[in-house]
């Protein structure tokens, strides 16, 4: 009802704040008064049931994620003070959005908000969160039109990844009317604490009330989606404020605690239609390679000089770059991996293996471990296998469920693409060998003196599975190769020559990009 | 033998580097030459060797540390890009000193050394490590000798606490002689490749050598111990230099794995004389209560008022707190806790509630996980139990390992030594109830509506080993307090007495240091 009058009474002044009205909350509003003494009995309540369901959570590993950020800044820091109160903060992992560090300026604007990402059954409190950096860039004119929705697309997407994953996102808005606000920048709330006193920031969202509305009101549309809903909260009255803000956060987690017991073990791909993708890989013409050691010598030499001197020319611009090996057991990519760094500095690489996931990493959502190890300014990380174990191993040997593996496709789209919007250069290769040469090696590795090379049951059963890896391995090339990122399919049956290969496409892609 | 004609020449030269050449290395030196086909063999069997090693230390999770550092700049950045090459990269967890970046700027100095740890199984490379900040610092005149000293002493027990551990630590001092570095700043060894080439640095090495060399003579013999020896190397033939630094450190990996499959099951506290530490507990005077709430009110009003304001000149000062609360469950250090948080600013304070360690924190030595959890330039850590749980719950439930739990004394006031000297204001609080009072508290905990209180049945059986707690309790006040961080024993049978004492106490030690 509040919310009804509110939204006809401010629809009419400009057209602006229709999203943030849209969505107001019913509980809160200028009519809402509590007494001291209701708000007492009912805070009583709802501290017991939210420090419960709190240990409900912790106990069952469910991932939550709070969003609290608006225009009502000293509302914002009190719900949050107030949580920290209510709730066992001991099980709260607090970020709040400050002036980006330098460390986090070398990275994408999302890579904080996955750094910071809890463990399952702790609850991650985003305090201004992804909003932040949108309608401030936008508002200071950092940010052009383009770039604003490109942000609000990324939002989207790490919401919809979070909320697919499982978790509960829930988000508040903590909205400040702009006669409230006029009123209590003339003075009329006094308050002794200096920390929640009005300050210039204040008279600044009152001056561009205007200008940020409109912002505000799209960030709230393109980001709101049923699994991910804003919640506007009206600030005009603190107890009613509180109680409505505690208690959206309460029914979220006595519905995905509820959820959580009632569990349909469906399978959402049943219905997939069948799709053929092109077989890329049988198109990769295996017969390359070097016939003369001398000219291998001599070609890896230029590529390894040409190498060296670009990530010494990177270190100098800052210029990062990623790089994926993904391919066959036994296709060679730890011996191509050996060619690139023996050509860099050890300060300028890092090579990161990629196995089974540790029980932290499996506590988190299955991309938090890859924008850990994102390289800062002009360094390069080397993955030795990848974030696409998603489709390709977990797949086929079902460690992911088909909706998981169906949906990391897009995920990995949106990650890569904001490596890219970053400046990273970024680098795929598929090392292709045949049956014939992997058996060969296989073979040829139980007689090295390399203890690594001990070759284990799962590898021939995995042999056994080829026709599935295939189908598996052209999906995920049709579907992720984009032109600033494409797979790059190296024939390996000579090693010799996938690493010639993989080094002169670096080496490329590294001068195109400095 | 060229050890002892080098050692007896050089010593009769002012009497320097006489740490360096009683160290040095036999098999390498100025009349060490190996020519290129002996070094190829013997490098192709020295990577098998290498690697398998390295592929052993995996499986068994057993923790490496190597430190390379020296006078030889290129010599380590060549020793280095070697590692990388035999070994497999995969593996190491390469740390490179450079510059200290503003966040490590905010900690201790071994706090970059102790984040860069890498869990059992891997190898922690340390390239400069904790050499180059006390030599640098002091030939800048940054640190006098006192903290000159007091740094190496930290370097000391920072490799003793990870020998102890199990770990090996291998250190090797890649050392250019006088004679050579000359040579080569003549311009006699020209490098093609310009990563590698002389700089100005390498004649500030010579320069400066007569003020360097005791510097490192005596931080060689500081650190030099029978679990952390350093190995000189002579630099001037390559060769030499590469295969000796790689025999060393296979050879410390075969000496670990060799320990491992030998180790004794031991308990070397058996011969532990029985010392009897003053019962620090049963002097706490339990009667401590305040009578009427509004005095209970009054006085916590007062203490969450002075606490807001110091928290905030605190920031703006960049002043950083640890609190640590201890005590018996159901002491009440949750409570006391939130009426600390209560008072502050979400962004500048955090709780870390201590647990049985994850997997993770297992893989690490038990210390790494509060070093991580130290609080960045004015904020505040809060640890809700801490790294005295080694010598509480670890020792009494038989967690750790006597020997283990015995040297952490140690271990513990070397760490808290590091946060003083950093400027940190450390707090530590022994919540105290008595054992009537401790089970009234249970028995009312089995009736709240808070899910979290529910007993179990490990409080009960806790309860009953109250005097093995009660003497732990004492040995770890009796040893652990010192003037600068000593323990509050705060009577804790009236909750209300022991969150007022709790914030007060705080309040003091802020305003003392700001």
């Known amino acids: 009802m509040v919310a009804a009058v509110l939204k006809s009474r401010l629809l009419r002044k400009r057209g602006c704040g229709v999203g943030l009205q849209a969505l107001l909350e019913s509980g809160t509003g200028t009519e809402q008064r509590i007494s001291r003494q209701q708000y007492g009995r009912q805070q009583d309540r709802l501290r017991v049931d939210l420090v419960n369901a709190q240990f409900d959570l912790l106990e069952l590993k469910l991932p939550v994620v709070v969003l609290i950020a608006g225009d009502d800044r000293i509302g914002i820091n009190e719900v949050v003070q107030l949580l920290h109160a209510w709730m066992d903060a001991r099980y709260l992992d607090t970020q709040i959005a400050l002036e980006p560090t330098p460390q986090e300026l070398q990275h994408p604007p999302f890579w904080p908000f996955w750094r910071a990402l809890p463990p399952r059954g702790r609850i991650g409190l985003y305090v201004g969160g992804w909003v932040v950096a949108p309608i401030r860039g936008r508002l200071a004119r950092d940010l052009d039109d383009d770039a604003f929705e490109a942000y609000l697309g990324h939002a989207a997407r790490f919401e919809q990844a979070l909320a697919a ?26 308050d002794e604490d200096a920390a929640w006193q009005i300050q210039d920031s204040d008279s600044a969202v009152l001056n561009e009330w205007y200008r940020w509305v409109p912002l505000a009101d799209r960030l709230l549309e393109a980001t709101d989606s049923p699994t991910a809903r804003w919640h506007v909260i009206d600030g005009t009255h603190e107890r009613a404020r509180n109680l409505t803000a505690a208690r959206i956060i309460l029914a979220g987690l006595q519905r995905l605690l509820a959820r959580r017991t009632s569990r349909p073990g469906g399978n959402s791909r049943r219905g997939r239609q069948p799709v053929r993708y092109p077989n890329a890989l049988a198109a990769i013409d295996l017969a390359m390679r070097f016939s003369e050691d001398d000219a291998y010598e001599a070609a890896l030499d230029k590529q390894q000089g040409a190498l060296a001197r670009l990530t010494r020319e990177a270190r100098e611009e800052g210029l990062s770059s990623v790089v994926v ?39 988190h959502h299955y991309l938090w471990r890859f924008w850990r190890h994102l390289p800062p300014a002009g360094q390069m990380t080397i993955f030795d296998r990848s974030w696409y174990g998603r489709v390709l191993v977990e797949r086929v040997e079902g460690f992911a469920r088909p909706e998981a593996w169906e949906r990391a496709y897009d995920e990995i789209l949106d990650f890569e693409r904001q490596l890219l919007e970053h400046g990273t250069v970024l680098l795929k290769f598929w090392l292709h060998i045949d049956a014939d040469e992997q058996l060969d090696r296989f073979a040829a590795r139980e007689k090295t003196p390399f203890k690594k090379y001990r070759i284990g049951t799962d590898d021939y059963r995995n042999r056994a599975r080829r026709a599935d890896y295939v189908s598996a391995a052209n999906e995920m090339v049709a579907r992720t190769s984009t032109k600033s990122a494409p797979w790059h399919l190296i024939p390996a049956n000579d090693k010799r020559y996938a690493r010639v290969a993989v080094a002169r496409t670096l080496c490329g892609a590294l001068r195109k990009a400095l």
């Open 325 to 363: 090996l993904e391919g066959w057991d036994a296709a060679g990519k730890g011996g191509a991996i050996r060619r690139l760094t023996r050509a860099m500095e050890v300060r300028d690489y890092r090579v990161v293996p990629i196995a089974a996931p540790t029980p932290e990493e499996q506590a």
């Open 165 to 190: 994953d499982g978790a509960l996102v829930l988000k508040l808005w903590l909205h400040l009317p702009r006669k409230e606000l006029k009123r209590r920048l003339a003075g009329e709330r006094p």
